[in-house]
């Protein structure tokens, strides 16, 4: 997507600057603290399903790092034994593609690290041209992968009768399950999704010529 030459009033002001030389992209105080805090998490939860069962509770691995999934385990049975004794693959393949998803967020990172300049003294550096359209395809892709991969684990439970997390108190399923999960449909959204999305096709729409309808 080539930059712009200009910016318009209805550009999304969070995350798109405009500077004299054109389009610039600077990602938010809220999606780069997002980022810090949700990537090691990811991280966290996809070693210890592919390292099944040697992360799991009595495994060799469990202990320190993975103590907390002992109950989480018990919450969620996708992450207990029920399913791995079931050889249930579910969880797994979707923790493989966490695995992409963070590959895609940790390129965001580095293409507007590496490439980013200062526009304003002190503040964050801000990336333009190809590289920034790069990577704002990156951004937005991987927040994209984020909340279909939680919306399809909430699907599955549902079809599945609740099968993994039915047995739990409301209370308990609330606290220890919703809430955590519906981080990663919010967060991604609102940060992400909306605002990288809104540039994208304003870029898109600014780049492109308009048509004019022929009668």
């Known amino acids: 997507m080539p930059p712009p030459a200009s910016t318009s009033k209805n550009a999304p002001t969070a995350s798109a600057a405009a500077t004299t030389a054109g389009w610039s992209h600077t990602p938010t105080t809220g999606v780069l603290l ?70 895609l967020y940790l390129g965001y990172l580095w293409v507007w690290h590496r490439q980013g300049r200062e526009v304003v003294p002190g503040r964050k550096k801000a990336v333009s041209g190809r590289a920034g359209a790069v990577a704002v395809v990156l951004g937005f892709s991987a927040a994209v992968m984020t909340v279909s991969k939680t919306v399809l684990y909430w699907l599955n439970e549902y079809f599945s009768d609740f099968d993994n997390i039915g047995h739990n108190m409301l209370l308990d399923l609330v606290f220890l399950w919703i809430i955590p999960n519906g981080a990663w449909l919010v967060f991604p959204s609102m940060l992400m999704i909306y605002d990288m999305g809104a540039e994208i096709v304003d870029g898109l729409s600014r780049a492109s010529p308009q048509t004019v309808k022929m009668d």
């Open 34 to 103: 997002w980022l810090a805090i949700s990537l090691p998490l990811v991280a966290w939860d996809t070693a210890y399903m592919l390292l099944r069962p040697h992360s799991m509770p009595g495994g060799a691995l469990h202990w320190p790092l993975w103590v907390p999934y002992k109950l989480y385990g018990e919450v969620d049975h996708m992450y207990g034994f029920k399913q791995w004794h079931l050889r249930n693959g579910f969880a797994a393949a979707q923790s493989v593609m966490n695995a992409v998803e963070t590959l």
